[in-house]
Nanobody, 124 residues
Framework: VQLQASGGGLVQPGGSLRLSCEVS????????IGWFRQAPDKEREGISC??????STTYADSVKGRFTISRDRNMVYLQMNSLRPEDTAVYYC????????????????????WGQGTQVTVSS
């Protein structure tokens, strides 16, 4: 499985961005696609996940109500609204193992493959 993330950039507080993740490879090799982020000097945090079997979604409390994950065939999107300075981070998409079902925010210990990061900076 290979993943390619894009869509990061500089945005003002309160603004929006949409991140995209293109997933290639066999869909049998993963079950869920998650978004993670890592701010400077902080651990990588799982923020949202979508299960490909039923399109159910999960969110971390830090982004719930502001971010929306969705997918369309081999593309997974993260719509980010009402952005805050504390959302500034490098954002990564990742594929889970085939038997992993997201029931909460994605767990980096269950990641099978990572995409490269895309920088999101929220600043005035």
């Amino acid at each position: 499985v290979q993943l390619q993330a894009s869509g990061g950039g500089l945005v003002q507080p309160g603004g929006s961005l949409r991140l995209s993740c293109e997933v290639s490879g066999s869909s049998l090799d993963y079950h869920a696609i998650g978004w993670f982020r890592q701010a400077p000097d902080k651990e990588r945090e799982g923020i949202s996940c979508i299960n490909t079997s039923d399109d159910s979604t999960t969110y971390a409390d830090s982004v719930k109500g502001r971010f929306t994950i969705s997918r369309d065939r081999n593309m997974v999107y993260l719509q980010m609204n009402s952005l805050r300075p504390e959302d500034t981070a490098v954002y990564y998409c990742a594929a889970s193992s085939p038997d992993y079902y997201c029931s909460g925010p994605p767990d980096r210990n269950d990641v099978r493959a990572w995409g490269q990061g895309t920088q999101v900076t929220v600043s005035s």
